[in-house]
């Protein structure tokens, strides 16, 4: 029998076609005396990264490839690598080749020692951002600083993408992943108990050569997004805030809309109500799409499809918040109390059912 694998390689890529053919050299000459795979999770990369991956594959029995489609985030894709595959070690790392392979054995013998999760730094001695540009780095280091916040056990590099752990550490937090964004080691170690041994390795970050970083304000958005839950997730869970959020913005569209076509425009104010609240529901669903729901974001022909459940479901949302505030006030409790426990009882159901149908992930 085959000796089992003892390490997975899980590989997020997107976009990252040219540079599989060489990681995977890398690290066969690297890692000529360890058991190993790689697991590469691609996201349905327009260059074709997952036809390069599989072509590979097809010669060599270590290379696999996960393909999603209509899906996008590191972070998920790292979890659904782990998931698929079966080795007691885990290592996570970029496709682009700027993570030292050469690392890849000191960080497993470091695991087989005394640590339950390693982590390459690039912020203690011996080890440097490398030629990473300069505002990069400023990112990086604020990044670190907000990110060392919601942990007990602070590190030098908290949001390295390039780290290794054993299979039980991953089995203990899994169900507690929020697995949204880009920074999954945080994401794990945020959702780990403190008594775990954290070891850091250095390492001299290279540079991308193929390519581009998918660094974007999106990113820097779901970072703060995990922050955020992390810190109050337990209480409010974050997307439920940030559709409150979302409605409070439509207030203001709302009264903007109704001034500019009844003060202004002079329509009458029936029509002029009608219409406000249509660009208020409007202007939240596009809103909820980009922020709250981002990570089952409709793009395409599902915008009409998601925009016309969401008009539903605020719809259904007005009655039962007119209902409720209604009956309220007519039991006796005061018209602003009743108003705001209409909104609240309305809010609570626009959102239930925004999540249930209007954005739900499993198609
Ligand atoms: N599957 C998947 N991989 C991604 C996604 N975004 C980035 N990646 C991969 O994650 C790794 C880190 O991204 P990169 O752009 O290098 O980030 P940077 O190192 O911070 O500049 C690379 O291998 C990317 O191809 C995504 O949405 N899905
Ligand atoms: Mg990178």
């Not at 497993?108 to 390459?120: E, F, H, I, P, R």
């Not at 539903?312 to 109390?337: D, F, H, K, P």
């Amino acid at each position: 029998m085959q000796p089992i694998t003892e390490l997975s390689i899980i590989v997020p890529t997107y976009n990252e076609a040219e540079n599989i053919p060489k990681l995977i050299e890398l690290l066969s000459d690297t890692l000529s005396s360890i058991n190993w795979e790689i697991v590469i999770v691609d996201d349905n990369s327009p260059d074709k990264t997952s036809d390069i991956a599989r072509k590979i594959a097809r010669q060599d029995a270590r290379v696999r490839c996960i393909q999603r489609i209509r899906r996008r985030g590191l972070s998920s894709a790292v979890i659904e690598g782990f998931l698929a595959s079966a080795s007691p070690y885990l290592c996570v790392m970029d496709a682009d080749l700027q993570h030292d392979e050469k690392l890849i054995p000191d960080m497993l013998a470091s695991l087989k020692q005394t640590n339950d999760l390693v982590v390459a730094s690039r912020y203690i001695e011996n080890a440097s951002t490398g030629t990473l540009a300069e505002h990069r780095v400023k990112i990086s280091q604020t990044a670190t600083r907000l990110g060392n916040m919601i942990l007990d056990h602070k590190l030098s590099d908290p949001i390295s993408g390039f780290f290794m752990l054993k299979r039980e550490l991953f089995e203990k937090v899994n169900h507690k992943l929020s697995g949204k964004g880009f920074k999954i080691l945080l994401d794990i170690i945020a959702s780990a108990d403190d008594k775990i041994n954290i070891g850091e390795l250095p390492y001299h970050m290279k540079s991308r050569e193929h390519g581009e970083s998918k660094l974007s304000v999106f990113v820097v958005w779901e970072f703060f997004s995990l922050l955020v839950n992390k810190l109050l997730g337990k209480y409010v869970p974050l997307k439920f805030m940030l559709f409150v959020a979302v409605g409070f913005t439509g207030v203001f569209v709302h009264m903007a809309t109704l001034y500019v076509t009844n003060q202004l425009m002079q329509w009458q104010f029936i029509y002029a109500q009608s219409l406000s609240v249509f660009v208020a529901m409007t202007s939240n669903y596009f809103l909820n799409n980009a922020f709250t729901f981002n990570d089952s974001k409709h793009t395409g022909i599902f915008v009409f499809k998601g925009l016309i459940s969401f008009y539903i479901t605020c719809s259904l949302g007005t009655l039962i918040n007119v209902s409720v505030a209604t009956t309220a006030n007519s039991q006796g409790m005061s018209w602003w109390l009743a108003g705001i426990a209409g909104a609240a009882v309305g809010a609570v159901w626009n959102f239930a059912l925004s999540i249930a149908y209007t954005w739900r992930t499993e198609k």
